[in-house]
């Protein structure tokens, strides 16, 4: 299983995946689903992926080949249309391998989030199908994820905010996202690569790799535990008909 999330807000973008794999419980792999295409002072992108490993490191090599030679996401006007080039080659691989798939009654079974920035654009956020359609964030929707995103997603709910929420504050957010998800699917894990990217930077210069006991990352774990039972024990006592209290 995958998790893996994006958030934009007015400030830029904040990305994050696991990089646990694992086809049962006797065997488990770590792989990177974050991918980057950079060049610098003009372009940005940054893709992770969510499904079959196969079939991710089959779009990613198709894209990486056409983006080497000056292709593809090399040339792609807007980001819009960046999006189009990555379910142009989700399709391809379908082409490919979805008959086969299917033969042995195994699912076309990818997603991937495309983030990143154009000299003279704004910074966007997109989620693209396994059919190859792209949707995109948006300021009232300001978070997109793939994978596991169940347990991770209601604290984004309750947070995220495109306008007011800032970059460090997002990553904050992000973490605290992946730690409720690794607790409750432990099929989602460590490594967590994390990015933060400011509009205007067209780099990718702020990347942290989380490992398994970071203690960094077990400090946060730690504090937000403390916060939450603290909150719970300042929330209002719970009046019952009878008139009683909780208490």
């Known amino acids: 299983m995958t998790y893996c999330v994006g ?3 007015q400030q830029g973008l904040v990305l994050g995946s696991d990089s646990r794999t694992s086809a049962g419980s006797d065997q488990v792999n770590t792989f990177r ?11 940005v992108f940054i893709l992770m992926t969510s499904g079959s490993l196969s079939l991710a490191q089959s779009v990613v090599t198709l894209l990486r080949r056409d983006f080497d030679q000056g ?27 979805r008959a086969a798939l299917e033969r042995d009654d195994l ?27 792209p949707l995109s964030a948006t300021e009232d929707a300001p978070f997109l994820q793939i994978g ?16 007011q929420t800032s970059l460090e504050e997002a990553a904050k957010y992000a973490l605290i996202s992946f730690d409720s998800t690794m607790r409750s699917n432990a099929t989602v894990g460590p490594p967590i ?37 603290r909150a719970v024990q300042e929330l209002p006592e719970i009046r019952f008909d009878n008139g009683e209290s909780s208490g």
């Open 107 to 133: 699912r076309f079974n990818i997603n991937i989030i495309l983030a990143g920035q154009i000299r003279g654009q704004k910074p966007g956020l997109y989620l693209i199908y396994p059919q190859g359609n």
């Open 33 to 43: 689903k974050m991918h980057t295409f950079v060049q610098p002072d003009e372009r």
């Open 193 to 229: 690569d994390l990015v933060i990217y400011r509009d205007g930077e067209l780099d990718v210069s702020h990347h942290r790799r989380f490992k398994d006991k970071d203690p960094h990352l077990t400090d946060i774990r730690g504090q937000w535990e403390q916060a939450l039972r």
């Open 71 to 97: 292709a593809g996401l090399a040339t792609a006007p807007t980001l819009y249309d960046a999006a189009r080039v990555v379910g142009d080659q989700v399709r391809r691989v379908s082409d490919l391998d």
């Open 148 to 163: 596991e995103s169940k347990y991770g997603r209601p604290i984004l709910d309750r947070g995220i905010q495109y306008s």
């Open 7 to 9: 958030i934009m807000t």
